[in-house]
């Protein structure tokens, strides 16, 4: 069947149906990432987004549920050069197409990925509406993309109700991670534990703005235990329960529209707690303490971004997934200071906030398939709560 992909300036791409038949409005975004599609799709900051894969074979390992970062896909859409129907992996469950179509999740092949993902850097992330409706009458269209905003996602993507995690091993100063704390199941952001080892005996707040699993998981690798709670929680709540540190997750939309959570989020920097924040959360401390936030021309999304330590001068390649940076400029220098940068645009990848047990960052340290460059971000975290000052 054909499709159709209506962008907000006008252009026109045709290409075959995939996934669920149904017409889709959303904001268009691209990602970079030469795997982890599966990731992509149960990423909640994907939500209110039609995402754009640029490597040009999709679903060629099919979908492998324990892989998933959350109980469903998120993105409005999906759009991609050639949809591989025949997977072959040991360990797939099913195939993308499937995936799709049981989730209801409609979208758009071959059609060229190349030159979407061009015209959205040329002229920015727009709008746009996938159908199959071949007599669609584009001057009609045109300003229901145009009024199109994502709006207040991230109370659609927490978790409904607070609920644990449990440290699954010790991490020594140089040996490895054994255990694993895993989701299994049909349940939404449900956490199954494969064994118990012993634990650092810690305590996280893990405030749920869009959580992917694997930042819980990868705490819980390192024998913390692990509260996770809906982003509109009180602070004062979170604080009740007297955790060891808080970690302020990724999530989806504008930073700006969650004003009630940057009320309380505030409440959390005054705390003598160490915080810990990525993504999302990382943007909304820097509103909490009055820095500003734009949006990007086309935004960060894959799994090969370079960031610049400019403590130590090194570079670590990321995983991010974001449209929205803290504007470096509206730094108080008295507040926070910035710790990493990208050395693609120079734009904030990080801060450190002076004379408190916070820092946080843009990208995703948890990633999962890759790269894990930034994995250390956890251990330092952990640090941080051992010694009560930053490390």
């Given at each position: 069947?054909?499709?159709f992909?209506?962008?907000?300036?006008?252009?026109?791409?045709?290409?075959?149906q995939?996934?669920a038949?149904?017409?889709?409005?959303?904001?268009?975004?691209?990602?970079?990432?030469?795997?982890g599609?599966?990731?992509v799709?149960?990423?909640?900051?994907?939500?209110?987004?039609?995402?754009?894969m640029?490597?040009?074979?999709?679903?060629?390992?099919?979908?492998?549920?324990?892989?998933?970062e959350?109980?469903?896909?998120?993105?409005?859409?999906?759009?991609?050069?050639?949809?591989?129907?025949?997977?072959?992996?040991?360990?797939?469950d099913k195939?993308?197409?499937?995936?799709?179509e049981?989730?209801?999740?409609?979208?758009?092949?071959?059609?060229?990925t190349?030159?979407?993902?061009?015209?959205?850097?040329?002229?920015g992330?727009?709008?746009?509406?996938?159908?199959?409706?071949?007599?669609?009458d584009?001057?009609?269209?045109l300003?229901?993309?145009?009024?199109?905003?994502t709006?207040?996602?991230?109370?659609?993507?927490?978790?409904?109700?607070?609920y644990?995690?449990?440290g699954?091993?010790?991490?020594?100063?140089?040996?490895?991670?054994s255990?694993?704390?895993?989701?299994?199941g049909?349940?939404?952001?449900?956490?199954?534990?494969?064994?118990?080892?012993?634990?650092?005996?810690?305590r996280v707040?893990?405030?749920d703005?869009?959580?992917k699993?694997?930042?819980a998981?990868?705490?819980?690798?390192?024998?913390?235990?692990?509260?996770?709670?809906?982003a509109?929680?009180?602070?004062a709540?979170?604080?009740?329960?007297?955790?060891?540190?808080?970690?302020?997750?990724?999530g989806p939309?504008?930073?700006k529209?969650?004003?009630?959570?940057?009320?309380?989020?505030?409440?959390?920097y005054?705390a003598?707690?160490?915080?810990?924040a990525?993504c999302?959360?990382?943007?909304?401390?820097a509103?909490?303490?009055?820095a500003?936030?734009?949006?990007?021309?086309?935004g960060?999304?894959?799994g090969?971004?370079?960031?610049?330590d400019?403590?130590t001068?090194r570079?670590?390649?990321?995983?991010?997934n974001?449209?929205y940076?803290v504007?470096?400029?509206t730094?108080?220098?008295?507040?926070?200071?910035?710790?990493?940068v990208?050395?693609?645009?120079?734009?904030?990848?990080g801060?450190?906030?002076?004379?408190?047990?916070?820092?946080?960052?843009?990208?995703?340290?948890?990633?999962?398939?890759?790269?894990q460059?930034?994995g250390?971000?956890?251990?330092?975290?952990?640090r941080?709560?051992?010694?009560?000052?930053?490390?």
């Amino acid at each position: 069947m054909k499709a159709f992909l209506i962008l907000e300036d006008g252009t026109v791409f045709e290409g075959i149906q995939i996934g669920a038949d149904r017409e889709v409005i959303s904001e268009i975004v691209f990602n970079t990432s030469m795997a982890g599609y599966l990731e992509v799709l149960t990423d909640p900051s994907y939500a209110g987004q039609a995402v754009c894969m640029t490597y040009p074979l999709i679903g060629n390992y099919g979908i492998c549920s324990e892989d998933m970062e959350s109980g469903r896909p998120w993105p409005d859409g999906f759009i991609v050069r050639e949809l591989s129907r025949i997977p072959s992996n040991f360990r797939c469950d099913k195939t993308i197409q499937q995936f799709l179509e049981e989730n209801g999740v409609p979208g758009i092949a071959g059609i060229d990925t190349r030159a979407l993902t061009k015209l959205l850097r040329e002229k920015g992330t727009m709008n746009g509406m996938i159908t199959t409706n071949e007599a669609y009458d584009r001057d009609a269209i045109l300003p229901k993309l145009k009024a199109y905003t994502t709006g207040r996602v991230v109370e659609r993507v927490t978790c409904a109700e607070k609920y644990e995690v449990k440290g699954s091993a010790a991490l020594g100063d140089n040996g490895p991670i054994s255990g694993s704390a895993v989701y299994t199941g049909e349940q939404e952001k449900k956490p199954t534990l494969v064994r118990k080892l012993n634990g650092r005996g810690k305590r996280v707040a893990l405030l749920d703005l869009g959580m992917k699993r694997n930042i819980a998981v990868s705490l819980a690798q390192r024998g913390i235990d692990v509260t996770v709670y809906p982003a509109m929680t009180q602070a004062a709540e979170i604080l009740a329960d007297r955790p060891d540190g808080i970690m302020l997750s990724n999530g989806p939309g504008d930073p700006k529209e969650c004003t009630e959570i940057i009320k309380e989020i505030r409440k959390l920097y005054d705390a003598q707690v160490p915080v810990f924040a990525i993504c999302l959360g990382h943007q909304l401390m820097a509103l909490a303490t009055g820095a500003d936030t734009y949006k990007l021309k086309y935004g960060h999304r894959g799994g090969n971004h370079p960031v610049k330590d400019l403590e130590t001068g090194r570079v670590y390649i990321s995983s991010q997934n974001h449209g929205y940076v803290v504007d470096m400029d509206t730094l108080d220098a008295a507040v926070a200071v910035p710790a990493f940068v990208n050395a693609n645009d120079g734009t904030c990848e990080g801060l450190s906030y002076v004379g408190k047990n916070i820092f946080t960052v843009q990208y995703h340290p948890e990633a999962c398939p890759g790269p894990q460059d930034s994995g250390y971000l956890f251990d330092r975290f952990i640090r941080m709560m051992e010694v009560g000052k930053n490390a």
